[in-house]
């Protein structure tokens, strides 16, 4: 083969191979001729192939073949191509055609110079994909504010805009809008945020937030304006929405009678509201430290909070003020978490003081209402006493109007068996309605229980009974009025004794029981006796109601009852006619009475 | 001096009972007793008497119940009852609001008038 346009070995070997792009030179029946070592590289072996082979794989000449139309006008061009590489791969390339004429001007040859530009595309493409998705809206403004491009998001939004003047389409304006930052980003070259409304092709108002970046720079001349633009509608309305429940939330603190603290994620105070100051005596504009809580709060409340989820509740305890007073408190706590973080803590104290003192007040009144009671009853009582007594009179008179002896006698024992009772009687009313003050000291709740029991053994053994002291489980020491509590146990036991002697039950057994349940101290006195029907039942707390004929005054259980209500707790029975008795005394720790100074 | 009339006495205090059964008969009346409500009822039907006394706080069923069930039985209805109690006039008041009843026929409060008593029952049964 000789060298098509003369030149020299050294030009055709050294030079055309030194060429880092792909050069070939095809003859005017497509015939590649010539190429270097740039272009086997990129497309394989060429000798003897047609350029449409060797290029684009196939058995004729293109459709719209560049090679053709540049033998026939000599202008040289520049297409973008799509081929294959030698190893099948579908390529992009820049292809330069060039003619060269002979010395007549005839072309029979051309040099076809491709460059790779498969990468290049594939980045536009993902350039062009990437402007189009992202969650917000792009245009690109000329300095005559007319929209040269738009993305995706924005079409959708405002429909095809291209062309037109932002101003225009965007806010049906005749000329730039005041403050315009596309206008400063012209003037300085510099990124601007601001805000903008706006309304859709809908006509819905649309909130943005717009950042303008500058493009094309040159020697400090901006060419373009890239504005982009996040719809914040939403962010807005939530916001707003988030305001008012702040709002809310903050007058609800403020005006909470229940007291509210708050801390961050570090622990630091952040809500303290105006209850919560007045409940702990915070006065003027002091302000409580985390660490001041630990005493102002029971020991372990706040670690308790941050050790779980869930509330932590304290019904009653105390809290203490600044000035190292108790004062009584209800209080909740609990650990603010978001995405299974936690934010912070929160405690409600809810002031008992108030509350305390009704249930004082209460107190006292069921108390003067049972005195009011025992009056009231007093009279029923003093009345069949004194019927009696005059029976024993009546007795007594006609006796001796008629010379009876017998009638005289029974008169006279009639008069002293009432005496007696009227004895008895006066004794135990005065215990009952003097209100003798109940004296509270440290004691063991078990021991007076057991104590009862020894005292009533001899008698319950004579009359068969089995009379038995259980104590369950530990039981801390309590202030209680010792006394009190011992003749309200002495009460109960004397009336299981006498329901098992009324009992026509072979096998008498009581039970005295002392335990303890989630500090209440609870005394339990359970019979196998006699047992109550309903109308008993009913009136088995009044005032001198008595079944024991004689025998009773009807002051025994009211004052039992008294005494456990002075000491903050409730008297309860369950019974049974002919099955049995069970008289149960409830002594909360917390409401028991404070020890007395010796 | 016997007028062959026959009294229940329904009390449970023991001497009170004496003392009325021993007034009545030193006033011509013939007596029977009873402790208690219930027995009341029994020793009533048993002995169909001409007049009733009646308690009112007692053991086992008070005197108010007693008296419902004597007006409703149709053999003990029209024997004239004399309610003697302690519990003073609030239990005039209390019968007089129960629905149906009408009051019983005599009412006295303890401790007892004799000669009011006496008067009273002569009234009633002669």
Known sequence: MTSPINLDNWITENLFNSVSMSCAVVDTEFNIIYANNAFEQMFGKWKTRKCYSVYKNRDSICTSCKAANAFKDGIPRTNEEVGYDKSGQRTNYLKHTI?????????????EISTDITETIKIRKERQLLFDQVPCNILVIDKDFNITSTNKKIREMFGDIEGKTCYQSLKGLDSICRECIAWQTFEDGKT???????????GKTVHFQVTTVPLESKKGKVKQVMEMAVDITETLKLEKELKIAHTFMESMIATSVDGIIGMDSDGEIVIFNK???????????????????????????????????????????????????KVPARLTGFQIIVDDSPMGMSVFIQDLREMRQLENEKLEAERLAAVGQTVAGLAHGVKNLITSL??????????????????????????????????????????FSKG???????????????EVVGLYQTKAKGQGIDLQYMKIGDIAKAPMDYEGIHESLTNLVGNAIDACIMSDNKKSNIWVRVSEDKGVIIYEVEDNGCGM???????????????????????????????????????????????????????????????AEK | MSSGKKILVVE??????????????????????????IKGIDVAKQEKPDLITLDIAMPNQT???????????EDLKAIPVIVITAVGDDMRRYFNKVPGFKNPEGFMNKPIDEERLIKMVEELIG
């Open chain 1, 99 to 111: 003619p060269v004429p002979d010395e007549e001007g005839n072309i029979g040859f051309l040099i």
């Open chain 1, 192 to 202: 601007h945020t601001g805000y903008s409304t706006v309304k859709d092709k809908s």
């Open chain 1, 275 to 325: 209850a919560a100051r007045k409940m702990i005596n915070v006065i003027g504009s002091r302000q409580v430290q985390r660490n001041e809580l630990d005493y102002i709060l029971p020991k372990g409340f706040l670690d308790q909070i941050s050790s779980g989820p869930g509330h932590v509740y304290l019904p009653e305890t105390d809290i203490e003020t600044i000035d190292g007073n």
């Open chain 1, 390 to 431: 005059e029976g024993g009179m009546y007795m007594l008179k006609s006796g001796m109007k008629n010379s009876k002896i017998e009638r005289i006698q029974e008169g006279m024992e009639m008069l002293g068996r009432n005496i007696e009772r009227i004895s008895t009687f006066v004794k135990e009313f005065l215990s």
């Open chain 1, 436 to 450: 003798r003050a109940i004296v509270t000291g440290l004691c063991d709740p078990a021991d007076i229980a057991k």
């Open chain 1, 533 to 595: 029907d309903y109308d008993v039942k009913k009136k088995v707390f009044t005032n001198f109601f008595t079944t024991k004929g004689l025998g009773g005054t009807g002051l025994g259980l009211l004052t039992t009852k008294k005494i456990v209500q002075e000491h903050g707790g409730k008297t309860d029975m369950v019974s049974e006619k002919d099955k049995g008795t069970t008289f149960i005394m409830r002594l909360p720790r917390n409401r028991l009475p404070k020890p």
């Open chain 2, 12 to 37: 449970d205090e023991k001497d009170v009972s004496t003392y009325l059964v021993t007034l009545l008969e030193d006033n011509g009346y013939e007596t029977v007793t009873a402790e208690d409500g």
């Open chain 2, 63 to 73: 005197g108010v119940r007693t008296f419902r069930q004597y007006k409703e039985d």
